[in-house]
């Protein structure tokens, strides 16, 4: 009799393989011998979809190697089988990703679903709808893409400046003047910016803008040259605003699943500062007016 450990091991692995099992029959069955590229010759099938065997010579494994994943057994596969397998069911990114789970392989990086690359103006009414506090949307290299009114107002994000959150972090002097921790600040986005680095590291956009940055400021050279690593996710923000006065965030990064390349950044203010009425006044007519005001000088 196994040890308790063990049983539960053996239990979700046969789920795993069922799970698997039952996936690739759903999936076969959604591809028509003519989405695949073959003649069906006339012939009535009895179920929907490609047969097994069409499946394995199509993939270019052996048959019953194929029978045998199907089946949900135990056998030993490869990325490139199922990139194979991928390709003749048609997977989406998100179902290659669940194939490999339920294979028992590491998944691949996510990846942009052909389906999703133009989901701009719902994200902007995202970032419009938590007025008044600043929010914004980066790309994988954490260039902005769009932001709301608040991040304008409060953190200086505009047309003229660097679109890049790393580059404007070490040489805009609209974001460096107003943040009050700039040097425990620019480690930490240092830091988390080497952990997104490093999810990529043969892709010559990070290089690029690490390159760039270095070239352009000797405090994240410095900085660069650490080594640090942290992850993304939540970092406390005290900022001096010149219209406002003293700003305490709390900055949140968000991950799209639909859209992996971006993340959602939001701010929420620091309970008990005082700066949600802030936030609020800068939102209002006459905050606006002062906060274009300072950015423009």
Not at 1 to 24: V, W
Not at 30 to 43: F, I, T
Not at 216 to 244: I, N
Request: charged share 25%.
């Amino acid at each position: 009799m196994g040890t308790p450990a063990r049983t539960a091991a053996g239990a979700d692995k046969s789920h795993r393989l069922g799970e698997l099992r039952e996936f690739l029959r759903s999936r076969r069955a959604r591809v028509s011998p003519a989405e695949a590229g073959l003649p069906d010759g006339g012939a009535r099938r009895r179920t929907p979809g490609l047969r097994r065997e069409e499946v394995a010579v199509l993939a270019g494994v052996g048959v019953s190697w194929y029978q045998w994943l199907e089946q949900g057994r135990d056998i030993t596969v490869s990325p490139q089988v199922l990139d194979s397998v991928t390709r003749v069911l048609r997977l989406s990114s998100a179902e290659r990703r669940h194939l490999y789970v339920l294979a028992g392989l590491n998944p691949p990086a996510p990846e942009v679903d052909p389906a999703h690359t133009d989901i701009c103006a719902g994200l902007q009414r995202l970032l419009d709808g938590w007025m008044p506090y600043p929010a914004h949307i980066m790309d994988a290299y954490w260039n902005v893409i769009l932001y709301n009114d608040a991040a304008a107002m409060v953190m200086g994000l505009r047309p003229d400046r660097p679109q890049n959150c790393v580059i404007a972090f070490f040489t805009d002097p609209v974001h460096r003047g107003r943040d009050q921790e700039w040097w425990e600040t620019a480690a930490r986005v240092v830091a988390q910016f080497r952990a997104a680095c490093a999810e990529c590291p043969d892709d010559e956009g990070f290089r690029a803008i690490v390159a760039e940055a270095a070239e352009r400021s000797p405090e994240f050279a410095e900085l660069w040259a650490r080594r640090d690593v942290a992850p993304g996710g939540q970092m406390r923000k005290e900022l001096s605003h010149p219209e406002a006065g003293a700003l305490v965030m709390e900055a949140t990064q968000l991950r799209i699943p639909a859209r992996p390349d971006l993340a959602v950044v939001v701010h929420h203010p620091w309970p008990g500062t005082g700066t949600e009425e802030k936030l609020r006044w800068l939102a209002s007519p006459e905050g606006r007016r002062g906060s274009m005001r300072q950015v423009r000088t």
